[in-house]
């Protein structure tokens, strides 16, 4: 199991960045993809981003496509989600999470630990 916690959420204005850490402790992400994902009030929680550690290989949401990076420090044991060009529509409790599983990534039930959320409000 690993412990995850997230910062740097806030309050941005649209067209705005943010930088999203996720940094884990207990055991380092060594096996492990880790997923970013959202949920807004009164919506299901969905995928937005995720990166296998150890190859690096990344995959978006289509709605985040070109605007997201999903990026990892292994020195620091910390993956980053650098949002740029946000929108009110990106307004959400933001989650990072981490599974053993190697398909269906996608997929919030796939995924064994989790953060405990960081606010993103996109204000137009």
């Known amino acids: 199991q690993v412990q995850l916690v997230e910062s740097g959420g806030g309050l941005v204005q649209a067209g705005g960045s943010l930088r999203l850490s996720c940094a884990a402790s207990?055991?380092?992400?060594?096996?492990?993809?880790v997923g970013w994902f959202r949920q807004a009030p009164g919506k299901e929680r969905e995928f937005v981003a995720g990166i296998n550690w150890s190859s690096g290989t990344t995959y978006y949401a289509d709605s985040v496509k070109g605007r997201f990076t999903i990026s990892r420090d292994t020195a620091k044991n910390t993956v980053y989600l650098q949002m740029n060009s946000l929108k009110p529509e990106d307004s959400a409790v933001y989650y990072c999470?981490?599974?053993?599983?190697?398909?269906?990534?996608?997929?919030?039930?796939?995924?064994?630990?989790w953060g405990q959320g960081t606010q993103v409000t996109v204000s137009s």
């Open positions: 207990g055991r380092t992400f060594s096996g492990y993809a």
């Open positions: 999470a981490a599974t053993g599983k190697r398909f269906n990534l996608r997929v919030p039930a796939n995924y064994d630990d």
